[in-house]
């Protein structure tokens, strides 16, 4: 009967899946246009480009999102090998990390818009209006994300059956990974048009 019942449960979860996948190539698509779009815009003119200096709390949050993708796809591992403590430790430090990526994220953000004084302007043309919209964007991403990292911590406490348990990991680990992938190529991007 158990058996039955985790067969119904994967086939009841693979559209979700499939909709995460939507979602995450839409995310990504829409980010390569704001990139795209403001590359565009400044066409390489140097007085168009933002004017600033990349605080280093991004360098820093760049190695706690490696470190938390780590520590996310070892807690994968343990809970395919059904090693639910290990799991739950090594989620709730990956939630931590989460949360240390997201407060490094906004103080320098912080630092870049309201120290270096980047205003945001009416004119949705002005490059330094893209800032604004890629950070509003990106740090919603980070929320879900640490969302879905406490749904799936919630379910390690729960008597849910190994083909959702396995299901919640593999829900967090993809969007999570991807906000690592998007944070390193906004961070490239950004250092490649500072100055």
């Known amino acids: 009967m158990a058996q039955i019942q985790q ?6 979860l693979a559209p979700k899946k499939f909709n995460m ?5 839409t995310s990504f698509m829409f980010f390569a246009a704001l ?3 403001f590359i565009v815009y400044t066409g390489g003119s140097a007085n168009r480009g933002i004017k600033i200096i990349l605080p280093h709390a991004f360098l820093y949050s760049t190695v706690v999102i490696a470190a938390s993708s780590v520590t996310l796809f070892l807690a994968s591992r343990a809970a395919k090998s059904l090693e639910t403590g290990i799991q739950q430790l090594l989620l709730w430090v990956t ?3 989460g949360i240390t990526f997201f407060a490094l994220q906004f103080y320098g953000m912080k630092i870049m818009l309201i120290d270096m004084s980047v205003k945001f302007s009416g004119n949705p043309n002005a490059s330094q209006s893209f800032m604004y919209v890629f950070i509003v964007m990106h740090l919603l991403h980070i929320i879900a994300g640490l969302g879905l990292l406490f749904h799936a ?7 849910l059956g190994q083909a959702r348990n396995l299901f ?11 906000i690592d992938i ?10 490649l048009n500072q100055y």
């Open 153 to 159: 911590i919630s379910g390690t406490y729960k008597n």
């Open 95 to 97: 939630a931590g990390l």
């Open 182 to 191: 998007i944070w390193i190529y906004l961070y490239v991007f950004l250092l």
């Open 7 to 12: 067969e119904k449960d994967k086939l009841n």
């Open 21 to 25: 996948w939507i979602f995450i190539f």
């Open 35 to 37: 990139t795209s779009g």
């Open 168 to 178: 919640r990991m593999e829900f967090a680990s993809i969007f999570w990974h991807f």
